[in-house]
């Protein structure tokens, strides 16, 4: 079993609709991190979460500690932000150090 | 941008031979990370610097592959002896040390025939 799972692995949805991807992880962690790639293999920070909720425009992430369980939101869908999304998670203590275990990602496609 | 860039962003190369990655980061990023990704997976970690130093290899690091960071700044990623288990998308992300994001770089296609 993979350390971060994430659900659904694809995702289609028309524009306008409120979409959801979650993360599960199985380890402790200091930081989980949201990221977004696009075709061609570019990957950006979209969220950096340790605690609670954090909303930048449409999109919205949350943690829950205890569960071990993240959420990313889309509100409004729109066809550019048809990506892949990545939770990836910094594990805590130990050696090591700031590296990244990643899930799989979700593939999502808005249609207009 | 990221500010981090990776040359080339495409190679082909045939079975065997040898192939060699750059990585160039910001001067800020004292730490350097190499992660490997297959097609429809996400990436997994090969190894960190922090400045000239690869303080961690992963255990899918394996003798044909050699990462350096000779001055702290841009780093490289060979691999000898080609296999074709090796294709893959070969990403780069800088970290300045005591931050938490990581800025990847657009990341290396290799296809080995």
């Known amino acids: 079993k993979n350390e971060v799972e994430q659900s659904p692995q694809n995702l289609t949805a028309q524009e306008g609709e409120f979409i959801t991807i979650n993360c599960s992880y199985s380890?402790?962690?200091?930081?989980l991190h949201w990221l977004q790639q696009h075709p061609g293999g570019g990957i950006v920070s979209l969220f950096m979460l340790s605690s609670g909720k954090k909303k930048h425009g449409r999109l919205i992430a949350t943690i829950n500690i205890q569960e071990k369980h993240s959420s990313l939101h889309i509100t409004a869908s729109h066809p550019r932000d048809s990506a892949v999304y990545i939770c990836a998670v910094r594990v805590a203590g130990g050696t090591s150090y700031g590296k990244l275990t990643f899930g799989q990602g979700t593939i999502l496609t808005v249609h207009p | 941008d990221t500010g981090v860039s990776q040359d080339p962003r495409h190679k082909i190369t045939k079975r065997g031979q040898n192939v060699t990655f750059r990585c160039d980061p910001i001067?800020?990023?004292?730490?350097l990370y190499w992660y490997r990704q297959t097609l429809g997976q996400g990436p997994e970690f090969l190894t960190y610097?922090?400045?000239?130093?690869?303080?961690?290899k992963s255990r899918l690091l394996s003798d044909r592959f050699s990462a350096e960071r000779p001055k702290g700044s841009f780093s490289t990623l060979e691999i000898q002896r080609t296999e074709q288990g090796d294709s893959a998308m070969y990403l780069c992300a800088g970290e300045v040390a005591g931050g938490m994001v990581q800025f990847f770089g657009p990341g290396t296609r290799l296809t080995v025939l």
């Open positions: 380890v402790g962690i200091s930081a």
């Open positions: 001067s800020e990023h004292n730490r």
């Open positions: 610097f922090q400045n000239e130093a690869q303080l961690e």
